[in-house]
């Protein structure tokens, strides 16, 4: 991907809009469910996209992000900092200050980061870091940096939520287990769904969860994750089933450690922007009681994010 100039802030080529009239979704959430992950874009006059970013998105702004919780039937929000802004969490905070108190915050700060600047982001409803560790959006950060960050969030009670591929957990095994908070994977550590669930690639994120009781997931993506993608959301079949048994898989096991979000506007898409309404209906082939979709909607994500309630 070519780097994008400071000032342009012109979508990158090929790159899909999100998608403006989704349906309502068949499967009715529990009162009260939290969108656990997604991001706010821009809009880029009003909040400059990084210009140190990978890609340069379409805006998507707290106020259409606010109608798809609405429309699909959330409750609340959790906003994550996108790489395309950067450490710059301007955006997200004028969100957070615009949710009235429905939304929480997960920053990218620098080790520069002041106490008063952390103190002041708390006070607006953050809740915690991310670390990026997917080299298509993120130049290299020092593992001493990123340890000090950990270190220092401590004190909010704030978590870490890294994002990595699959293949990169055995490199980054010793850094992960090393955080003192709380840890929070998006998208299962995006798994290659060809490979068997049994396989020695997922095990390996599943040893992760198992021995380290601090380590969350996301079991949220499967637009990202499918290989068979959205075809059969057209038809009887189901889409995105080949994400299904890991994520299943995940859920079943540790049903009191996952989290759930649409991903919304759905960054870095090329092939298929989806629908987030029907992204909505492939929860309940994922959580299939209602006592999982209720800790996976519900109780998790207002434990880690609303804990004061
Ligand atoms: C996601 C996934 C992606 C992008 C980012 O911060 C980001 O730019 O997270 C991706 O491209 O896979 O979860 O939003």
């Known amino acids: ?90 955006a997200l905070l004028d969100a957070l200050a615009h949710s009235q108190g429905m939304a929480r915050g997960v920053a990218t700060v620098k080790r520069s980061v002041t106490d008063a600047e952390l103190q002041a982001m708390h006070d607006a409803g953050v809740r915690g870091v991310r670390f990026n560790f997917v080299k298509r959006l993120v130049d290299f950060t020092p593992k001493d940096e990123l340890l000090e960050i950990a270190q220092r969030i401590q004190q909010w009670g704030w978590h870490v939520v890294i994002y990595f591929e699959a293949v990169d957990l055995p490199e980054l095994w010793d850094f992960f287990t090393a955080l003192p908070t709380t840890v929070v994977v998006d998208h299962m550590g995006r798994p290659d769904v060809r490979l068997p669930v049994g396989g020695p690639q997922f095990a390996l994120f599943q040893k992760f969860m198992r021995e380290h009781s601090n380590v969350w997931s996301k079991v949220s993506c499967p637009e990202r994750l499918s290989v068979d993608g959205p075809a059969a959301l057209q038809g009887e079949q189901q889409a995105y089933r080949d994400v299904v048994p890991f994520a299943r898989a995940i859920v079943e096991e540790f049903p009191d450690r996952v989290l759930w979000g649409t991903d919304w506007p759905h960054p870095n898409l090329k092939d298929h922007m989806p629908d987030d309404g029907l992204l909505v209906d492939f929860i309940p082939h994922i959580a299939t009681t209602a006592d999982l979709q209720r800790r996976l909607l519900v109780d998790n994500p207002m434990r880690l994010y609303w804990s004061e309630e």
């Open 1 to 90: 991907m070519t780097q994008p100039t400071s000032g342009d802030f012109t979508k990158t080529p090929g790159w899909l809009d999100w998608y403006s009239g989704p349906s309502t979704p068949r499967f009715q959430l529990p009162a009260g469910s939290v969108d656990a992950h997604c991001h706010v874009f821009g809009p880029g006059a009003q909040f400059p996209y990084a210009p140190e970013r990978k890609y340069t998105p379409c805006d998507a702004s707290k106020d259409q992000l606010f109608a798809l919780r609405d429309h699909l039937g959330f409750a609340r929000n959790v906003i994550v900092q996108a790489t395309c802004h950067g450490a710059d969490n301007r």
